[in-house]
């Protein structure tokens, strides 16, 4: 069993930056993928990144390339996804969230979710 809790969510103005957090306690950590995905108001599930414990090899929706930064703490069980740049679309719940396929980018891949955290950009 693994838990996951999201932190660092808030109100941002658009241009404004924000990093988010995910710790995770349980067993095995170094076997598990996390990624990140946002859920807007009346809009599906999106991915936005994913890494894996043991690899920095992380993958971007196209939607954050070069704005939103995936990295996990060494040593540590925290996963951390910083947001600059940020624009009202990005405004959503991030969840983080934890699986077994590496590179996973649907959200039915992932076996462990955290609860969530708000992210708003006002323009």
């Known amino acids: 069993q693994v838990q996951l809790v999201e932190s660092g969510g808030g109100s941002v103005q658009a241009g404004g930056s924000l990093r988010l957090s995910c710790a995770a306690s349980?067993?095995?950590?170094?076997?598990?993928?996390v990624g990140w995905f946002r859920q807007a108001p009346g809009k599906d599930r999106e991915f936005v990144a994913t890494?894996?414990?043991?690899?920095?090899?992380?993958i971007y929706a196209d939607s954050v390339k070069g704005r939103f930064t995936i990295s996990r703490a060494y040593g540590g069980n925290t996963v951390y996804l910083q947001l600059n740049s940020l624009k009202p679309e990005d405004t959503a719940v991030y969840y983080c969230?934890?699986?077994?396929?590496?590179?996973?980018?649907?959200?039915?891949?992932?076996?462990?979710w955290g609860q969530g955290t708000q992210v708003t950009v006002s323009s």
């Open positions: 969230a934890a699986g077994f396929v590496a590179g996973a980018n649907s959200f039915r891949e992932y076996d462990y």
């Open positions: 349980g067993r095995a950590f170094s076997r598990y993928v």
């Open positions: 890494v894996t414990w043991t690899n920095d090899n992380a």
